[in-house]
């Protein structure tokens, strides 16, 4: 299958500060990303979908001003958490459809994102 | 799109089938039932998908029911590494977004 990376794959911040996650399709153009994140014991929740050259589009209750989103070309998508907290530690997960395939979503490893 | 139904969590001997049920019963015509599992810590693995007619592939098999309402996925063999959470979700093709549900935590028990 096709082949999604995500990069860190886990990150320590102070609180207060910002967190940039890249996540990239590394053998197939992707004009939509998408962001899950994922509580502890709990289902990946939809965050936002990302869209190659506009705007995100984010789920009900998703802050967009905490969680930039940019998805500058066909391959690369980024998350940035801004002025992170303790609350914001999850799991985050992105996902992209080969705009060529069958309609499934790949996904990359996660990151996980740990706020002191 | 339509909403799942689960169980919470399954136990399967190593080496026996694991059946892993789904109710999808306000499934739409042009929905698509996909299967997708992840293991602790990871992102979510492809399993299958299918719109009517069951699917195999070299890691399941799909088992649509007639009415559409209802699907299994089978997995043949099961092996200790198969241990993860399996969601089953319901898309139209086309469309974008892909809603997870509470899955099913398979336990292969060796």
């Known amino acids: 299958g096709a082949v999604v990376s995500q990069h860190p794959s886990w990150v320590i911040c102070k609180s207060g500060t910002s967190v940039k996650i890249e996540c990239r399709s590394l053998d197939f153009q992707a004009t939509t990303m998408f962001w899950y994140r994922q509580f502890p014991k709990q289902s990946l929740m939809l965050m936002a979908t990302s869209n190659e050259g506009s705007k995100a589009t984010y789920e009900q209750g998703v802050e967009k001003d905490k969680f930039l989103i940019n998805h500058a070309s066909l391959t690369l998508s980024t998350l940035t958490v801004t002025s992170a907290h303790p609350e914001d530690s999850s799991f985050y997960i992105c996902s992209a459809r080969d705009r060529g395939a069958g309609g499934e979503l790949f996904f990359g490893e996660g990151s996980r994102l740990t706020v002191l | 799109d339509a909403k799942t139904t689960q169980p919470p969590s399954m136990d399967c001997a190593e080496g026996r089938a694991a059946n892993l049920p789904c109710n999808h019963s306000?499934?739409?015509?042009?929905?698509?039932v996909y299967w997708y599992r992840q293991i602790h810590s990871q992102g979510p693995q492809y399993i299958i998908h299918?719109?009517?007619n069951n699917e195999t592939n070299e890691m399941a098999s799909l088992i649509i029911t007639e009415d559409r309402k209802s699907s299994t996925l089978i997995l043949p063999h099961a092996t200790l590494r198969d241990t993860a959470v399996y969601y089953c979700i319901v898309r139209k093709n086309t469309g974008n977004q892909f809603y997870f549900g509470t899955g099913t935590s398979l336990t292969v028990i060796p």
């Open positions: 299918g719109l009517k």
């Open positions: 306000t499934i739409s015509g042009n929905e698509y």
